[in-house]
């Protein structure tokens, strides 16, 4: 355990990527269309007036594994579900295969789509830069939190952190973004350092 949190310490600490992100805190969030690891189409625009979550992932990260094993983002899915907050997993990894996504949405049990951004168009105009990355956005359509899921990058505080309440020794920033979402509050975190493997974007031409 003590040799695994020291790996993700060193990858963690690894640059990542350059992005040009249009993304902005308080702006409105770029509009996007993809299809979920079925096929369907999801669009941006038809969840306007919930609470959307968008979480960048890489089934073959072992930062955003570490997180599905201990069902970290899964837990908070399924607790806010109940409250209109919609939950979007997008993957920009782009030498994995289509099929990887429904893997990894059975293998993990995951309460949400997995949306195909191969091209990596999406996740460019947001910024996304690692996985995992969060990205929450209000009702209203405008981004109000993006960073990391936590403060814990090298997994020694997950059995406090999985939950989606309770617990001490560590900030759960998305869970605490949507609670003061929810009761009218202003976000009082609303941009963090993301930490995990940097996104496999596919080469510009």
Not at 6 to 26: E, M, Q
Not at 170 to 199: F, H, I, W
């Amino acid at each position: 355990m003590i040799a695994l949190a020291g790996f993700l310490a060193v990858l963690a600490a690894a640059p990542v990527p350059a992005a040009v992100p249009v993304a902005k805190i308080g702006r409105p969030a770029p509009a996007f269309t993809l299809k979920d690891q079925d096929g369907k189409t999801v669009t941006l625009a038809s969840l306007r007036g919930r609470i959307v979550v968008l979480e960048w992932m890489n089934p073959d990260c072992p930062f955003w594994t570490r997180h599905a094993i201990a069902g970290t983002m899964r837990t908070l899915a399924a607790a806010y579900a109940p409250q209109g907050v919609a939950w979007l997993g997008v993957d920009s990894t782009a030498h994995l295969p289509l099929e990887r996504d429904a893997w990894a949405r059975e293998a993990f049990s995951l309460p949400y789509p997995v949306l195909n951004d191969r091209l990596g168009r999406v996740g460019r105009v947001y910024g996304a830069k690692t996985t995992p990355h969060l990205f929450v956005i209000d009702p209203k359509g405008r981004l109000a939190y993006a960073g990391a899921i936590d403060d814990d990058p090298a997994g020694g505080q997950d059995v406090r952190l999985r939950t989606s309440k309770g617990g001490s020794g560590g900030v759960n920033y998305v869970r605490q973004a949507l609670d003061e979402m929810l009761a009218g509050k202003t976000v009082s975190v609303p941009e963090t350092q993301p930490y995990g493997c940097s996104v496999k974007y596919t080469k510009r031409k």
